[in-house]
T-cell receptor, first 115, second 113 residues
Framework: GAVVSQHPSWVICKSGTSVKIECRSL??????MFWYRQFPKQSLMLMAT?????????EQGVEKDKFLINHASLTLSTLTVTSAHPEDSSFYIC???????????FGPGTRLTVL | EDQVTQSPEALRLQEGESSSLNCSYT??????LFWYRQDPGKGPEFLFT???AGEEKEKERLKATLTKKESFLHITAPKPEDSATYLC??????????????FGTGTQLKVEL
C-alpha cells in the first residue's frame, strides 16, 4: 500500500518551453501532496504543498508563477515548470500521505534537463 | 526554524562492520522523526517513524532510536545491498503546514565486500 507514481521519469526540453510533471497516489486518496526539488549531492528541498481543490502553498523563494501546481483530484497533482531555463534542471520528487498518516510516501522522481 | 543535521556525510564500511548514523535536530515541538533510504536516481523509501524519546524501531539490520535532541540509525552487520543515502527528516507539531517535512542532507553509506 501507499504507492505514489510520477510521470515522466525523465524529460529533456529546450530553454523557454514548459514541462508538466504528474504525481499520482495509486492506492489511496490524498488531499495534500508535496513537491520537492533535489540538486546533485544535496537533500530534498520542499517547493510547495499542493491542496486538492484549492491553491498551493509555496515555500519562501519559490516562484509560484514559474512552478504552477494543480491538484484537480484526490489522486493527481501536476507541477508545470513554465519557461524552463537550464538552472531549472533538477530532480523533482512528489510525495503524499494516506488520510490520517504522518508519513509521506514518495514517487520515483522526475529528472528534468533543460538545454 | 526547524533544523536537521546528519553525520557523517559519507561512511564506508566493510561487510559485517556495524556502525551508527547520527541525526541531530531542533524543532519547535516534535510531531515525528522519519528515516528514509534513497538509492541513486530514485525517490526516498520510507523506513521508520519515531515519535517520542526512548522509542526504538527495528527492521532487518536497521534499528532507529530517538532522544530529545537526536536520532541514531544503527546498522548491524551490513551487506553491500545496504549501500544508499539515508535521510532523516522531522515534522513539527502544531504548524499550519500539516505534514511538512524538514530533511537533513543525508549520510551516503557504502558497504564493501
Amino acid at each position: 500500500g501507499a504507492v505514489v507514481s510520477q510521470h515522466p521519469s525523465w524529460v529533456i526540453c529546450k530553454s523557454g518551453t514548459s514541462v508538466k510533471i504528474e504525481c499520482r497516489s495509486l492506492d489511496f486518496q490524498a488531499t495534500t501532496m508535496f513537491w520537492y526539488r533535489q540538486f546533485p549531492k544535496q537533500s530534498l528541498m520542499l517547493m510547495a504543498t499542493s491542496n486538492e481543490g484549492s491553491k498551493a502553498t509555496y515555500e519562501q523563494g519559490v516562484e509560484k508563477d514559474k512552478f504552477l501546481i494543480n491538484h484537480a483530484s484526490l489522486t493527481l497533482s501536476t507541477l508545470t515548470v513554465t519557461s524552463a531555463h537550464p538552472e531549472d534542471s533538477s530532480f523533482y520528487i512528489c510525495s503524499a500521505s494516506p488520510p490520517g498518516w504522518n508519513e509521506q510516501f514518495f514517487g520515483p522522481g522526475t529528472r528534468l534537463t533543460v538545454l | 526554524e526547524d533544523q536537521v543535521t546528519q553525520s557523517p556525510e559519507a561512511l564506508r564500511l566493510q561487510e559485517g562492520e556495524s556502525s551508527s548514523l547520527n541525526c541531530s535536530y531542533t524543532v519547535s515541538g516534535l510531531r515525528g522523526l522519519f528515516w528514509y533510504r534513497q538509492d541513486p536516481g530514485k525517490g526516498p523509501e520510507f523506513l521508520f517513524t519515531l515519535y517520542s524519546a526512548g522509542e526504538e524501531k527495528e527492521k532487518e539490520r536497521l534499528k532507529a532510536t530517538l532522544t530529545k535532541k537526536e536520532s541514531f540509525l544503527h546498522i548491524t552487520a551490513p551487506k553491500p545491498e545496504d549501500s544508499a543515502t539515508y535521510l532523516c527528516a522531522v515534522q513539527a507539531a502544531g504548524k499550519g503546514g500539516g505534514n511538512k517535512l524538514t530533511f537533513g542532507t543525508g549520510t551516503q553509506l557504502k558497504v564493501e565486500l
